[in-house]
């Protein structure tokens, strides 16, 4: 590769950008070097006057020291000379000589400065005061000037003024006190402020510098607030707002005041087995005859009288299904458990579940084989079946009770009640009564008569007709006590079931129940769990951002269809049952939501609810008010009455199913094979076809397929034999067909008839 030469312009021009280059580099090293020489002058100007600036403050500073130190002396003279001065003026009448020697003895022992700024006095005879004597008195500064004509300012005037120039000079840094603050849960920076005795301007600094822009009314969390207060200084003593429950449960009891309480015994039991009715015979009642369908539908505690004289407390539980969180409620507060089996049937799921129920809560079981009074009953085979359970009773070889009994015939039922004192003595029971009391709700109802009634079953101490009582997010103070024959008590010992009244509304069961010092100390509590219970109900709701997994299970149930429902009941204990059934029946596509759910009648406000609502009012055991009828007959709003939950829980997912959209079912027809297309005017395209397979029909739904993929799907509009118009046509037969509003035929395609059911479905 050959460079060409440069040409002489060429060149005069590339040395004349060189020249200029140098020139430019040369005029910026001067003008660097004058700059670099004009900031070492001003450093050096700066770094005079900054050393002449300390020279003169430390000149000031000890002029001063000097001015104060003077000034001390001159005022200690002062004080020395001032009695021997004021004893003389004693000695002698105020006249001239003594003023001008007094005034001149004064201002000896001012300091020069103190002497400029108090002139001296003019020469003035004496005034004689009232009855011809002169005035007499101590002779001091104020009064040695006070007679001037013109006013000057005073020693002390003259000290505080100097004092205030002095002050932010000599004023000492304050130490800073470290604190003990109480951090709640959350706080505000305000407050958070005020505790540590900071400014807020300061903890909002901090927080700043940390990447967090906040306002003075902004609320924190205890970490953060923690981390400014050891920041500033101070120590920190986190308390939570669940506090206020302190000491309001598990109180130790006193050892010296035990005495024997009665056993609590749960009858648990598969439906039907006759838990009941073994009740009723061993209380000679019949509490039976009063359920609805004859199974029990709430959880009911009873005090009997065994052989022996000693009192035994029963809680019977349903056995259906749905009353699981019952059964475990009855199994959490009993002392013994007697499950009951039927000799006819044998161990079923509910049997199961109470052996589970049992085992959870460590109690021991008593086996009652029951109904041994039938021709088909068979005892050993319910030991068999229990022995799959790890329950072995005692004719086993286990250490299981078991007592064969007939709660129709009355059979055995005093070697049951020996089996459970046997227990009872074994465990050996003991509970304070001297102490206030502790207990469970058994179950709860909203009386219209009576209010709020609670069943409650004392564990420790005793509750009294006056005390203040805390249940869950309920108080109030104990109106009366009725025990289970409803005659009215004063006070209930351990082991012992009452219904209560007085609450301010309907506890839910299983909550437990305490009472209280104060009525303010139940408000605190109550106050406190009604907001955890609108937190869990808010976050239910989805108003609290989740998890990843909440917001998916979100989105994948934001389209199903659901069925809005109002529920009133009779006891809290059967609206919890049927809120837990509702909750399973659902799938993706149809759930049932309950709107509102409580104890007690139907209301207006029941019935305004379910008509924002569109939903359905539902009454377990309940039944409307005459006003919820009238308002709900003119909004249209439709009340269910029911007294079994069975039919309950059937009608509501006969409804649920109609929500769900219709199984679609093809039924395949035949195949065709299209051999020729024709147009015909007015008409349009039609396929001369043959069918191979199966048959045709007019109306039918079509599939086009060409070479195996389908590139229309649609209805069958035309179907003819030659010129007429058929409804079906058979396997080998040639027929001409026309589609709807498709024309895009072609010979080979294969047309696919068939039709569509539609199948209703169930859940």
């Not at 003026?89 to 000589?97: D, K, Y």
């Not at 004597?133 to 003259?158: I, M, P, Y």
């Not at 065994?306 to 029963?314: D, L, N």
């Not at 059937?650 to 199913?657: C, E, I, L, P, T």
């Amino acid at each position: 590769m050959v460079l060409r030469t440069l040409t002489d312009e060429e060149r005069d021009a590339r040395m004349k950008a060189l020249a200029g280059a140098k020139t430019r580099e040369e005029e910026d090293r001067r003008r660097a070097e004058l700059d670099a020489k004009i900031r070492a002058e001003r450093e050096a100007l700066d770094k005079a006057d900054r050393e002449a600036a300390e020279a003169r403050k430390r000149e000031e500073d000890a002029r001063r020291a000097q001015e104060a130190e003077s000034k001390r002396k001159a005022e200690d003279e002062a004080r020395r000379r001032l009695p021997q001065t004021e004893a003389a003026g004693q000695r002698r009448p105020l006249g001239v000589a003594a003023t001008a020697g007094t005034e001149e003895a004064v201002r000896s022992t001012l300091t020069p400065r103190l002497r400029t700024l108090i002139p001296p006095r003019q020469v003035l005879p004496a005034r004689p005061t009232r009855g011809g004597e002169k005035s007499r008195g101590r002779l001091t500064v104020a009064t040695a000037t006070s007679e001037q004509e013109d006013r000057t300012r005073s020693v002390a005037a003259f000290r505080r003024r100097t004092q205030r120039l002095t002050r932010g000079q000599t004023a000492e840094q304050k130490e800073k006190i470290a604190r003990e603050i109480v951090l709640p849960e959350t706080i505000t920076i305000q407050e958070l402020a005020n505790r540590m005795s900071e400014r807020a301007v300061d903890v909002i600094r901090l927080l700043m510098k940390s990447g967090q822009m906040v306002k003075i009314n902004d609320v924190i969390d205890a970490d953060t607030a923690e981390l400014l207060a050891q920041e500033l200084g101070h120590t920190v003593k986190r308390v939570a707002e669940s506090d206020v429950e302190e000491g309001l449960f598990d109180e130790p009891d006193d050892e010296g005041n035990m005495e024997p309480r009665p056993p609590v015994v749960t009858i648990m039991g598969h439906v039907d087995h006759g838990k009941t009715s073994l009740l009723d015979a061993i209380r000679s009642a019949s509490v039976v005859s009063g359920e609805a369908g004859g199974i029990t539908q709430h959880i009911g505690a009873y005090q009997v009288i065994s052989p022996s004289g000693a009192p035994i407390t029963f809680i019977d539980t349903p056995g259906h299904a749905a009353f699981t969180a019952m059964r475990a409620r009855g199994a959490k507060v009993t002392d013994i458990v007697v499950l009951v089996v039927a000799a006819d049937d044998g161990v079923m799921p509910q049997t199961i579940e109470a052996i589970h129920h049992a085992r959870a809560a460590k109690v021991p079981i008593i086996v009652a084989i029951n109904k041994i009074d039938k021709s088909d009953a068979k005892p050993e085979r319910v030991r068999s079946e229990l022995l799959h359970y790890d329950v072995q009773v005692e004719s086993m070889g286990g250490d299981t009770l078991e007592v064969e009994v007939s709660a129709l015939k009355h059979t055995n039922l005093d070697r049951l009640l020996e089996a459970i004192d046997l227990q009872a003595e074994v465990l050996d029971l003991k509970a304070d009564a001297d102490r206030a009391a502790e207990g469970s709700v058994i179950e709860a109802r909203l009386d219209r008569g009576r209010g709020p009634v609670a069943t409650v079953l004392i564990q420790k101490g005793s509750l009294i007709v006056g005390d203040i009582v805390v249940a869950g997010s309920a108080w109030g103070r104990v109106r009366a006590m009725l025990d289970d024959q409803g005659e009215p008590v004063d006070m209930a010992g351990p082991s012992f079931p009452v219904e209560v009244l007085g609450f301010s509304n309907a506890p839910e069961a299983g909550d437990r129940v305490a009472v209280v010092e104060s009525e303010a100390r139940a408000r605190e509590v109550t106050e406190y769990r009604e907001r955890q219970k609108r937190e869990k109900l808010a976050v239910r709701g989805g108003s609290v951002r989740g998890t990843l997994a909440d917001m998916m299970s979100q989105i994948k149930s934001a389209g199903r269809k659901e069925l809005a429902l109002v529920l009133k009941g009779d006891v809290q204990g059967s609206v919890e049952a049927i809120l837990a059934t509702l909750d399973k029946l659902g799938n993706d596509e149809v759930a049932a939501r309950v709107v509102h759910s409580g104890v007690g009648g139907v209301t207006e406000s029941d019935v305004t609810l379910a008509m924002a609502s569109n939903a359905v009012i539902l009454g377990f055991n309940v039944r409307a008010h005459k006003e919820a009828r009238a308002s709900a007959e003119q909004t249209g709003v439709e009340i269910r009455y029911y007294n079994i939950i069975y039919n309950l829980v059937d009608d509501v997912k006969a409804a649920m199913s109609g929500m769900l959209p219709p199984t679609l079912r093809e039924e395949m027809l035949g195949n065709a094979l299209i051999l020729e297309v024709f147009n015909i005017s007015k008409v349009g395209k039609v396929a001369g076809c043959r069918v191979t397979d199966g048959n045709v029909q007019r109306g039918a739904n079509v599939r086009l397929i060409r070479d195996s993929v389908v590139v229309h799907e649609g209805k069958l509009s035309t179907l003819k034999r030659f010129k007429d118009e058929v409804k079906e046509v058979l396997a080998g037969q040639e027929c001409g067909m026309a589609f709807e509003s498709y024309q895009d035929m072609r010979q080979g395609d294969i047309i696919e008839c068939y039709r569509v059911h539609e199948e209703k479905r169930t859940l």
